[in-house]
């Protein structure tokens, strides 16, 4: 026998109560950090889209996402702490090589042979950006290339 009156839909769950605040949530600024945090040996990003272009990719997957990687490290290995002065000399484009998230946290990075791979694609690609007239070689630059770069090198045949 059909029902005199139509189905009542169902009911979906209560909606939830707004917790109480005292002051709206905003999605406000980071926190600046002080100057006594700033990490001398980070690279300028101005420079590293001179030389490595806007939209860089990976050297070895060609992927577009790409993290920029200290091809000698941030300072640790030279026994640079992080608030020695020389630290920015690791700060050249000649120690930044765009690599993928995937190879940037594995082991392949440190091997010494990538290393020297790194910092030739480095050198090249920062030469050929100063011969186009996108990038001018700096002090730091060649201070990077006489001491540490030159250094590495030398004491990893």
């Not at 406000?28 to 806007?54: C, E, I, N, Q, T």
Request: aromatic share 8%; net charge positive.
């Amino acid at each position: 026998m059909p029902r005199p009156y139509p189905k009542t839909p169902k009911r979906g769950p209560k909606p939830r109560k707004p917790i109480p605040r005292r002051t709206p949530l905003t999605r406000g600024k980071a926190p600046l950090r002080s100057r006594a945090m700033k990490d001398h040996a980070a690279f300028r990003h101005a420079d590293l889209m001179a030389v490595w272009s806007p939209m860089p990719l990976c050297v070895f997957t060609l992927a577009p996402v790409v993290e920029f990687h200290h091809c000698l490290g941030r300072g640790q290995d030279q026994g640079f702490k992080k608030d020695h002065p020389d630290r920015e000399m690791l700060s050249s484009v000649f120690n930044a090589i765009p690599v993928s998230h995937a190879i940037h946290s594995g082991p392949l990075r440190d091997a010494p042979d990538v290393r020297r791979l790194f910092l030739r694609l480095a050198r090249t690609r920062v030469l050929n950006a100063a011969a186009a007239g996108h990038y001018e070689v700096t002090a730091l630059d060649r201070r990077f290339l006489d001491e540490i770069a030159t250094e590495w090198l030398r004491s990893n045949p």
